[in-house]
């Protein structure tokens, strides 16, 4: 799903430039295995050991499933977060527990308030991503490299990742103004690939830490993820409520890979008609290390 990530922003970008009304074959794919390896990460990264130890430490999900229909085929935006569905997923005999990472279209703004694209986001490099049900907290969990977590419970808290951070130039303690956008809002843009009008909600957020994830361990370029920055629950849920992300499921299963097969089958017979799908298995990462 990592190499679906990088494809996924190639595309979003690439169409956000023309017109991010076009979306509805884009899948963004965040926040696949987000976290740091518990004790020393930094001598770990490079090593065999540590993407396993990480996965064991981080309480990583077994298998990710992102989204994608025609909307003349099906009756839900099948991109967007839906409870619906997760709740559908959850009760599958074989899951523990299902989260999402959710997409947003999030951009920091200028002095006058104006909503800005960092080389970074406009080249596929960085993303802004909420978790939600305990995505990138208790599932797939993150832990600070530098600083400390966000509190879940406040909107002008976040987190970026190393990689992230040294894209943006960002440091702890470092306070921004952002912009968020609805779907509906992307649908123009300028030259700049920026929607025209303004964010319909502007927040300040305080970096709080700097966090390694998964991909710092993983030897195989192929699952290079995205970097990104993480907001809170609390201001996820807001941005939710406004339609604004795209998802990706994540499910812990009872007997982790060996219940792969069956899920994967179990989860096409649960999705609305219509719906395409694309699955990633954290084993393949592992087995490749």
């Known amino acids: 799903m990592d190499r679906m990530l990088r494809v996924g922003w190639y595309r979003a970008r690439r169409t956000l430039r023309r017109q ?9 794919l965040i926040g696949l295995v987000g976290g740091l390896a518990l004790g020393s990460i930094t001598g770990a990264r490079r ?10 430490t981080s309480k990583a999900s077994d298998i990710q499933v992102q989204l994608n229909a025609d909307a003349a085929t099906t009756s839900i935006d099948a991109r967007l977060y839906d409870p619906t569905l997760t709740r559908r997923l959850r009760h599958l005999p074989r899951v523990t527990r299902v989260t999402a990472s959710v997409s947003m279209f999030a951009l920091p703004l200028d002095a006058h308030g104006k909503a800005t694209m960092p080389a970074s986001m406009a080249d596929n490099s960085v993303g802004v991503v909420g978790g939600v049900d305990g995505e990138f907290t208790s599932i797939d ?15 002008g808290e976040m987190v970026a990742t190393v990689k992230a951070a040294q894209l943006l130039g960002w440091h702890v303690g ?13 649908t123009t843009v300028g030259s700049n690939g920026i929607p025209v009008s303004p964010p319909y909600f502007r927040f300040e957020a305080r970096l709080v830490g700097i ?31 406004n339609g604004a992300g795209f998802t990706t499921y ?4 009872q ?7 069956a899920v994967e089958r179990e989860i096409v017979a649960a999705l609305p008609a219509g719906t395409t799908y694309n699955f990633h298995l954290t084993s393949v990462i592992d087995g490749q290390l």
């Open 20 to 28: 991010w009304g076009q979306l509805a074959t884009i899948a963004l």
């Open 47 to 56: 090593t065999q050991a540590a993407f396993p130890t990480y996965l064991e």
């Open 141 to 155: 969990r993150m832990v600070p490299d530098q600083g400390r977590l966000a509190d879940p419970r406040r909107l």
């Open 174 to 186: 470092q306070t921004f103004a952002m912009g968020a956008f609805t779907f509906d809002q992307t």
């Open 211 to 241: 966090a390694a994830v998964s991909t710092d361990v993983v030897h195989d370029e192929v699952d290079q993820a995205l970097s990104y920055v993480v907001l809170t629950p609390t201001l996820t849920r807001h941005l939710l409520s």
């Open 250 to 253: 994540q499910l812990a299963l």
């Open 255 to 261: 007997h982790g890979t060996a219940d792969v097969p």
